[in-house]
């Protein structure tokens, strides 16, 4: 490889089961660029002094994960818009010596589902969104980005309300009694809690009340086809998997690095699906 080539990386704690790796590395291979991408763990005690003098690592640039978004956040020099409002960085570059975050996470959700159910955002204008963590704020926030009103539902309440009053009147708090009325009314229904991920229990709802031309998503992608995405599609309903988030997530990232914007391409999505295939049998075995 040549020495100048451009290095980037994913960082977090623990991180070897990140499959940003094969993504990057399979677009660099793809469009036949110089660079590399490699996983980085990094111990807690010394997170911060790391992304403090990032410009020593010899890294252009990194996708940071858990659990150092915030630490990220507050190591920038400069954050764009949807990294402040979410308060949490998950890409990051070095431009002129200063380091810059962003959030692509929003970004991510949005590719998904204009790919995977185009003109989604025209069928109506009110979504449910299950769930009030870290991903559910990225996901609020792009649902408000396209003028959709949000009916927020969460186990703690306390933790939708502290959400919902982060992003003002688009979002509203419901208990899960209102959940059939609420459906009845909406275009979009997204979960982002970690029912339906593999080893957890499955999400218990009735989604016979949606209307037929809504779209349920789900950003679990392990599995692939989540029960709740499997009772959609025997309802009739449009379904996008979590896959594509985690895929279009990556474009951004990699056009700052290595300085050519990649797509996502069914090649990419079969490459990791084979790889959660492997982990399914290295599991087993
Ligand atoms: P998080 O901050 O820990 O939030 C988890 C959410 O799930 C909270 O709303 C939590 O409710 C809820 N929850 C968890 N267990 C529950 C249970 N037993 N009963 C009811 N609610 C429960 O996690 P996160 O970072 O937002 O991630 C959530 C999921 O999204 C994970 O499965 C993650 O892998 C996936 N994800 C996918 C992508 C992608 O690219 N596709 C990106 C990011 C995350 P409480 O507030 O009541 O605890």
């Known amino acids: 490889m040549m020495e100048n080539a451009p290095r980037a990386a994913v960082i977090g704690w623990p991180v070897k089961h990140s499959r940003s790796p094969i993504i990057h590395r399979h677009w660099l291979k793809t469009y036949d660029l ?20 990032f410009s020593s690592s010899g890294l252009v640039g990194a996708n940071v994960t858990i659990p150092y978004k915030e630490t990220a956040f507050s190591c920038c020099d400069e954050v764009d ?15 002129d010596g200063r380091l810059l975050g962003s959030n692509t996470d929003e970004f991510g959700f949005l590719g998904s589902l204009d790919s995977g159910a185009p003109g989604w955002d025209e069928i109506g204008k009110t979504a449910i969104v299950l769930g009030a963590g870290g ?17 927020l539902f969460n186990r703690t309440r306390k933790r939708a309300k502290v959400l919902a009053d982060r992003f003002g009147s688009g979002v509203q708090v419901h208990e899960f009694d209102d959940l059939p009325t609420i459906l009845k009314t ?13 080893g957890q229990p499955a999400l218990d709802v009735d989604l016979s009340p949606m ?15 989540t029960p709740l995405l499997a009772l959609a599609r025997h309802r009739g309903l449009q379904t996008v998997d979590g896959l594509g988030m985690l895929l279009h997530q990556a474009i951004p990232g990699f056009e700052l690095w290595f300085g050519h914007r990649p797509q996502v391409t069914a090649e990419l999505r079969s490459i990791v699906l084979e790889d959660m295939a492997w982990d399914e049998k290295l599991g087993e075995a």
């Open 34 to 53: 110089a660079g590399s991408y490699d996983r980085l763990a990094l111990e807690p005690e010394k997170a911060e002094a790391f992304f403090r003098s």
């Open 81 to 95: 818009e949807t990294a402040r409002v979410l308060g949490a960085v998950n890409t990051i570059v070095l431009k």
């Open 135 to 151: 991903a559910a704020r990225a996901v609020v926030w792009a649902l408000l980005s396209r003028g959709l009103t949000v009916h």
């Open 186 to 198: 909406v275009s979009i229904f997204v979960n982002t809690t970690s029912f339906g991920m593999e």
């Open 211 to 225: 209307p037929g031309s809504a779209v349920v998503t789900d950003i679990v992608y392990v599995p692939l086809e």
